[in-house]
């Protein structure tokens, strides 16, 4: 577990460690409730009460903390996932690295058998997820695997074994092992959003997209935990599947008209996305569509504006985007550096010293941002 230190100390963020810490909390927090509900029903006495309640409370304290140390470090050194160009060239690993590292040893509850003196089998394939996550965190996959395995001789159908196996073994390349078993996971618990995601990843990335995208139906029509919903959000699954859904569209503008109708700044953000993967003409309707029902969604307009002002078509119109943008949202250091990289592109070097200056006189931006505006003011001369 890590210790207390921030970025000053020379830590480096460790993404799967902050989201093991995450679910750990949840887990605990659960543990606790149960714990509550069981000494109501009187399954548990005074004591095993009193001494349960104390330690689940000290761990989640010692996990609260080492939460922050780690958030410390993730203040900065990784950018404001708000805003599409910031993670677009690390997409595909988010989505899978995230996901692993974020979806660890989800069970009933956080006791080992240690917590207790019943000894069921409920209390054993507790033990048996905690143990297997843990395995996993340390990146004992084949160990992992094995014990969910233990899980499943006792439980054949136990949702989070299943689910978790089957992800593992994507992870691992043994495609035609993991499918069967994620099919098995969300039929034997249809809400389970780990089982959701999961398959809405692996459909995503076999290019599968209208299968993806009735995963994250599911999903969403759900009450999945906020940290797995801030994982499809920053990851950017949502935006991923949307993007595939256009460009596999043999009639895109079908598809835009319900999802603009539905959720516009999603849809911005996916012809984002496609502008990042090469796809100019279908971002460019994409974001039309988008403003035409949003016209002051700031996604669509610095996309918009990025293009037309990058491909010398219709430049005024696209820097038009860009100036409203910046009224929209003056504090944002993307809309700066885009501006800056666009007025760069298009030779006018003043217009992009005076926006990296703005961009310089906002207050701790991205690291990310910050090289990218140090580069660009080096190769301009600034």
């Known amino acids: 577990m890590a210790t207390a230190g921030g970025p000053e100390a020379g830590r480096r963020l460790d993404p799967d460690e902050l989201a093991y810490l ?11 409730r149960d714990l509550d509900r069981e000494y109501e029903a009187g399954d548990v006495d005074d004591g095993e009460y009193s001494a349960l309640r104390d330690d689940y409370t000290k761990r989640a304290a010692d996990v609260a903390r080492a939460i922050e140390s780690q958030r410390a470090v993730f203040r900065e050194s990784v950018p404001d996932p708000s805003r599409i160009r910031r993670v677009v060239t690390v997409v595909g690993i988010v989505v899978v690295a995230a996901v692993a590292g974020l979806l660890l040893a989800r069970s009933a509850g956080f006791r080992t058998s240690r917590d207790t003196a019943t000894g069921d089998i409920r209390t054993g394939t507790r033990t048996l997820l ?21 899980v499943l001789e006792l439980q054949p159908s136990n949702a989070e074994a299943l689910a978790y196996k089957g992800w593992y073994l994507y992870l691992g390349g043994r495609l035609a092992e993991a499918e069967p078993l994620l099919a098995d996971a969300v039929a ?30 599911r999903f969403d029509a759900g009450d999945p935990p ?54 100019p003409e279908l971002a460019i309707r994409t974001f039309d569509a988008v403003l035409e029902a949003a016209p002051d969604d700031v996604d669509a307009l610095l996309g918009r504006g990025q293009l037309l002002v990058a491909t010398g078509q219709l430049v005024d119109e696209g820097v038009a985007d860009l100036d ?24 006018d070097a003043d217009a992009a010293i005076a926006e990296l200056d703005a961009f310089d006189r906002l207050p701790s931006p991205p690291p990310d941002l910050g090289a990218r505006a140090a580069d660009l003011r080096a190769s301009i001369g600034g």
């Open 22 to 32: 995450e679910e750990q909390r949840g887990f605990l927090v659960r543990s606790l």
């Open 226 to 279: 906020p940290a797995m919903e801030r994982l499809v959000e920053d990851s950017l699954l949502r935006e991923r599947v949307l993007a595939g859904r256009l460009v596999a569209a043999e009639d895109p503008d079908e598809v835009l008209a319900v999802t603009v109708a539905a959720r516009p700044g999603l849809t911005a953000r996916a012809g984002r996305l496609l502008l990042a993967q090469g796809q």
């Open 188 to 217: 034997a618990d249809p809400d389970l959003p780990d089982g959701r995601v999961f398959r809405a990843v692996v459909f995503t990335d076999l290019e599968r997209f209208h299968e993806a995208a009735a995963e994250l139906d």
């Open 130 to 150: 905690l143990e297997a996550g843990e395995l996993a965190a340390a990146g004992r996959i084949d160990e992992a695997i094995a014990t969910y395995d233990e």
């Open 324 to 347: 409203r943008a910046l009224e929209l949202a003056p504090e944002d250091p993307e809309v700066r550096l885009l501006r800056a990289e666009s007025f760069a592109g298009i030779g």
